[in-house]
């Protein structure tokens, strides 16, 4: 094997016959294989087994002098706001604790914003004739769509290796239309990448033309280290804070990938007064969220060294799967020399550009032959990857024999593609 | 004691100086008594604590081939669905499960029909130039806030025994303009009053003007007897489909004073083309509700033949207070003469009706006193009750000795309040 942009035609087609049998025999298999979504596998969930009896009988129900299965405390209980406040490195006044999703808590701010506005919004954005939403790509297609969902324009913003581009993301918040971006400041879904201290520091100096920009810091990795020791990272809130700008970040995290991704709790973190704006508006929508499960979670994850600690169970699971991937790519894919990808160190994702143009039909083929990845384009605003070249790799959920028969079939369908795009076949 | 209005002022004023110095004496307790909201008692509470056990093992977790740890089933379990379908005697196909609260479903119907439309809307509610809002009165002061909070104008529909007044209410849906209204059908908040079946069939055959018209059918007392045995109520969702409308109406209930007040879980019933529509929207805001906790609540309460047995628990409980509140109005307020309540059997509240002009003053003077009840006027849109005479009376929460203290206040205070209004002093 050799660099495919290196070889004739002849090597090209003869390279395609042994690729095209190899997919064909892989297809043969009928496979069902699943790298679509960032979903912790059943090794992972049966880590926080005991979580599910930490709050058994009526005394353990009671917290703080507050009863836990009653109504109230629409911040959360004291002790989850200090678990958060820890976490996060904050304070626990800043800190307000939604229900199992933290994206919904996301939804809810980007809907009031809409009906409602921000705090600092001169009306609601329903209002402005146009709102426009900065989204460094490739990122995260849940985020993208709830802007979108609200008709926002959604603004490409390109990545690098310390996070979103801030010479574009400083030009582009001149802009009175542009109301905010979407972040995921560590571990950057897909690409993997830690915002560098400078990148952080620019968000926070950050002097946006609209009075109520907002910094939509989704903070979903923020101890979801799987090689190495847990690398701390600067709190945003108080960096905004110092530079004058305490109100313009709402950030989130949730136990989602902590505990169970569908019963773990969520929260969110901002200025002590955006909390404040924010609570009399969810105060409308409801009384209080699920203070038991919060108290679960609490009474089992313990503080920030404790959860850290139990990190290191999921980062044993998720570790070789990743190195699963990383070895198929170096094996199958770098001697080829026609697509790059990054090698992270926690989050939940790998991010892979192949061969532009061919991205789409890499994923049909692996559709073919029973893999499933997340949609190509998917990664980008409106689904829409100008380059048709990004794929995120999601490796949590199969186990690694499964996984690595899912790479050796995703490795052959990029190298397929490719060789069709140069063959023009 | 007798009759206020037969009484001369010499009578009156000795009847003033007498209640009077009962207030003071009362005061002089410096009590701290609540019955301001339906919260449950410890009680109630205490007798779901098997509930925290139900799903205790890694085993335990999974349901039907779903593991309810991950993420998935934006629905809900199948099991789930079946259960409220069965508890709300529709189809599971009918059944979308949410979080802890209904309110929040309610109110995410509402801000999606302001933001994006409800399935037969022509455009989104904030595109119209004005919503209406049909709130029959006395009704829950939360449901008349979400559609204050995206603006809707209000309109007051008389309550009588039967529900909301019909004619009312189809004399008003000819204006293209009303969207919708609010019920409780059973157990009335705070009337307490069952809908008639004549008033279930006539909403069922409701020709609103907007094509987008919706029943926000609030189920929430729908298994909540405390006196008698469970009485069935009709399926207004196969109702509307036999009237020719199965979209018109949208169900809710939950399980929040059934097991947690603040852990409960909750269901949003309605036509399937209703449900996939909503499906699709709440798709944006989140990947699933908390499966755990819905498993839980299936293997606690079973069936529900099973949930009303346990209802009778509650009901143990519940009928004392409210005998206690029945007796305190019969032995102290009945012979004056100025007031009118009813006597529910099921439900949260009892509802009063005291001297007009004389409601925010009697309970101003409970608060000097050391009672805390919901506002006055809180039954009305805009918390404006035009009489300032409904009072709710949620007796749930104290014990039934503090209970007998503070309404000995509450009858005391709605006393010196209309004698002041005689009075003129």
Request: proline share 6%; glycine share 6%.
């Amino acid at each position: 094997m050799s660099i495919y942009a290196a070889m004739s035609r002849d090597e090209l087609l003869q390279e395609y016959q042994s690729v095209k049998a190899r997919f064909d025999a892989g297809k043969a298999k009928n496979l069902k294989l699943n790298m679509a979504r960032g979903k912790p596998a059943k090794a992972q969930l049966d880590l926080a087994t005991e979580l599910l009896t930490t709050v058994s009988t009526k005394e353990d129900c009671i917290v703080d002098g507050v009863d836990a299965r009653n109504y109230g405390e629409l911040c959360g209980l004291k002790c989850a706001r200090e678990y958060w406040a820890e976490i996060l490195d904050c304070k626990s006044e800043n800190i307000f604790i939604g229900g199992t999703a933290s994206l919904n808590i996301m939804f809810d701010v980007i809907s009031r914003a809409y009906t409602h506005g921000l705090l600092h919004s001169e009306r609601p954005w329903c209002k402005e004739e146009k709102v426009k939403f900065l989204c460094p790509s490739p990122g995260y297609d849940r985020h993208f769509r709830i802007t979108e969902f609200f008709g926002a324009e959604l603004i490409t913003v390109p990545m690098n290796d310390e996070g979103p581009d801030m010479d574009v993301v400083e030009s582009l918040v001149k802009d009175p239309q542009v109301k905010g971006i979407w972040c995921v400041p560590k571990y950057s879904n897909p690409s993997g990448i830690i915002y560098s201290d400078a990148t952080v520091r620019r968000f926070a100096n950050l002097k946006p033309a609209a009075p109520d920009f907002v910094i939509m810091w989704d903070n979903a990795y923020c101890i979801h280290e799987f090689e190495g020791e847990y690398i701390p990272f600067p709190d945003i809130i108080s960096l905004c804070e110092e530079a004058g700008k305490p109100d313009m970040v709402i950030e989130f995290a949730s136990t989602s990938k902590v505990t169970f991704a569908g019963g773990g709790f969520s929260a969110m973190a901002s200025s002590a007064a955006n909390i404040a704006y924010f609570v009399k508006l969810f105060g409308v929508q409801t009384i209080s969220h699920d203070k038991i499960n919060q108290l679960r979670h609490v009474r089992y994850l313990k503080d920030k060294a404790h959860t850290i600690e139990h990190m290191k169970k999921h980062a044993a699971i998720m570790a070789p799967k990743f190195r699963a991937v990383s070895e198929a790519l170096e094996c199958q894919i770098r001697p080829c020399g026609f697509a790059q990808w990054n090698n992270p160190k926690g989050g939940y994702f790998v991010s892979l550009n192949t061969m532009p143009g061919t991205a789409k039909r890499a994923l049909a083929l692996c559709k073919e032959a029973g893999v499933e990845m997340t949609p190509a384009g998917a990664t980008y605003p409106y689904g829409l990857d100008p380059q048709d070249s990004n794929i995120r790799i999601a490796p949590s959920l199969p186990p690694v024999e499964e996984l690595q028969e899912a790479m050796d079939i995703f490795c052959t369908c990029l190298k397929l593609a490719a060789l069709e795009k140069l063959l023009e076949v």
